[in-house]
């Protein structure tokens, strides 16, 4: 079950799912030079859209924020020590001089986004969001409104996605997904899951509406993911993305919300 791509006449076959796998080669052709992950959380930690959360294993994704006052108030020594889930979805007010994101739009959005439309894609949202986990953390079972490429910085995470998603999140569950009230089956064993080992500088392909959760080795890991909306290959969504789509023209205000952020082109 396990696969690895690196050419996009493969990846073209396999972006809508339902599987997740890896890529390299010509679809990891980005790169960028990070500070050190201390630095990242301290300048991060204090912006006030940042998400900071417990990072506490369990059986669904938790919502409420982890008294962030307290967090950022204690030494960052003894935060590079503990467990927590920060993140931030708003990285483009990072892409300045003097911050840790300087070049970033330059060096990774616009390369990706033209290797994508070079390749018959076309989307209506691209952007990324920054996810930290203390040791031991873990963002717990749920699916996600958008294909997300998953590019890991620092430290390990080990990313389960499952060999038969239809069998656990069915077309029904899809359209009627509530984060926090999605819980992990029981029934789920370690044959039914599609785990990868990251590593730094891997990258993943995580397919729209598909059950994962994402757990951390024993040091801090940080992970860049791009999230995709709306993505079209030769004008045809994903069948999972299709059907949302499907649900929302006709159910308005029972269907989810779309989300509205992109990533501002710097060309």
């Not at 990258?203 to 709306?230: C, F, K, Q, Y």
Request: contains cysteine.
């Amino acid at each position: 079950m396990h696969k690895t791509i690196d050419a996009w006449q493969d990846f073209t076959a396999a972006w809508s799912g339902p599987r997740n796998f890896r890529m390299t080669g010509a679809l990891a052709r980005f790169e960028f030079a990070f500070p050190p992950i201390a630095d990242v959380i301290d300048e991060v930690r204090r912006d006030e859209a940042a998400s900071i959360k417990s990072g506490r294993k369990g059986r669904t994704l938790e919502l409420d924020q982890h008294d962030p006052d307290a967090f950022r108030r204690r030494p960052i020594e003894a935060v590079m020590e503990e467990p927590f889930a920060l993140a931030h979805f708003d990285l483009a007010r990072f892409d300045a001089p003097g911050r840790f994101l300087s070049g970033f739009g330059a060096a990774v959005m616009d390369r990706w986004q033209d290797d994508l439309g070079a390749n018959g894609f076309e989307w209506e949202r691209c952007y990324p969001i920054l996810f930290i986990s203390g040791a031991g953390s873990a963002t717990n079972y749920h699916m996600d409104f958008s294909h997300v490429l998953a590019w890991q910085v620092y430290g390990t995470k080990r990313f389960c996605g499952l060999a038969d998603p239809d069998r656990w999140a069915d077309r029904e569950t899809r359209l009627h997904y509530t984060p926090g009230a999605f819980e992990k089956p029981l029934a789920i064993r370690e044959e039914d899951s599609l785990c990868y080992d990251m590593r730094p500088d891997d990258r993943l392909w995580n397919v729209l509406l598909t059950p994962h959760w994402v757990e951390a080795g024993d040091e801090p890991a940080m992970s860049i993911n791009i999230s995709h909306g709306g993505l079209r290959h030769l004008g045809r969504l994903s069948p999972n993305e299709a059907e949302l789509e499907a649900f929302r023209s006709a159910n308005p205000d029972a269907a989810p919300q779309r989300i509205e952020r992109n990533w501002p082109r710097s060309r």
